[in-house]
Nanobody, 123 residues
Framework: QLQLVESGGGLVQPGGSLRLSCVSS????????IGWFRQDPGKEREGVSC??????MTNYADSVKGQFTISRDKNTVYLQMNNLKPENTAIYYC??????????????????WGQGTQVTVSS
């Protein structure tokens, strides 16, 4: 079974930047489309961005277009987060599409999830 691990979160001041990473334990990631999601306590998990297995196609939530950038190499998927705002505070998860190499809109399409990494934006 594919296991994913996120890293790179932390406490950052408004306007700062972070780069999140998503890696696999025991499997390469180039077969899977990978999405980034975020969730605050008591709130619904929402999609942030996604990248196809080839890296040729990317999707972004309207709220982060122009602010976040997703990219990948063979073993790692990244989420570059710039100009961070308090509203970006959440636990960020990476997830893999179970069947298919392209991105889908909706949590139900993603079967493999990491444990999450906390991003806190505060002055």
């Amino acid at each position: 079974q594919l296991q994913l691990v996120e890293s790179g979160g932390g406490l950052v001041q408004p306007g700062g930047s972070l780069r999140l990473s998503c890696v696999s334990s025991g499997f390469v990631l180039d077969y899977y489309a990978i999405g980034w999601f975020r969730q605050d306590p008591g709130k619904e998990r929402e999609g942030v961005s996604c990248i196809s297995s080839s890296g040729g196609m990317t999707n972004y939530a309207d709220s982060v277009k122009g602010q976040f950038t997703i990219s990948r190499d063979k073993n790692t998927v990244y989420l570059q987060m710039n100009n961070l705002k308090p509203e970006n505070t959440a636990i960020y998860y990476c997830a893999a599409v179970v069947h298919g190499s392209v991105c889908y809109d909706g949590v139900r399409w993603y079967g493999y999830w990491g444990q999450g990494t906390q991003v806190t934006v505060s002055s």
